[in-house]
Nanobody, 120 residues
Framework: QLQLVESGGGLVQSGGSLRLSCAAS????????IGWFRQAPGKEREGVSC????????NYADSVKGRFTISRDNAKNTVYLQMNSLKPEDTAVYYC?????????????WGQGTQVTVSS
């Protein structure tokens, strides 16, 4: 079964930083664009960021621009989301998902999610 595995979540104070990782299990991550999504309690899942297969193209939700940075290391089969200047409203379960390109919806390969909690 193709799967993504997220890690790096945790509890952090407002203004702090976390780095999330998304690693591929049983497939080559370099074949896919990878998107980060998040879902807060009682809210719909929203797209946070996406990176192209070669890492040359990225995009961000307006709410995280200038604070989050997405990157990838295809040699390590891993995508990262560096989150700085965290705010309480960033609290959510964060998921990564594979996409053919960032302009397309996820293709059904998701991770189990990692909890990010930002205290005020």
């Amino acid at each position: 079964q193709l799967q993504l595995v997220e890690s790096g979540g945790g509890l952090v104070q407002s203004g702090g930083s976390l780095r999330l990782s998304c690693a591929a299990s049983r497939f080559t991550l370099a074949y896919y664009a990878i998107g980060w999504f998040r879902q807060a309690p009682g809210k719909e899942r929203e797209g946070v960021s996406c990176i192209s297969r070669d890492g040359r193209s990225t995009n961000y939700a307006d709410s995280v621009k200038g604070r989050f940075t997405i990157s990838r290391d295809n040699a390590k089969n891993t995508v990262y989301l560096q989150m700085n200047s965290l705010k309480p409203e960033d609290t959510a379960v964060y998921y990564c998902a594979a996409r053919q390109v960032c302009e397309a919806p996820p293709i059904g390969i998701w991770g189990q999610g990692t909890q990010v909690t930002v205290s005020s």
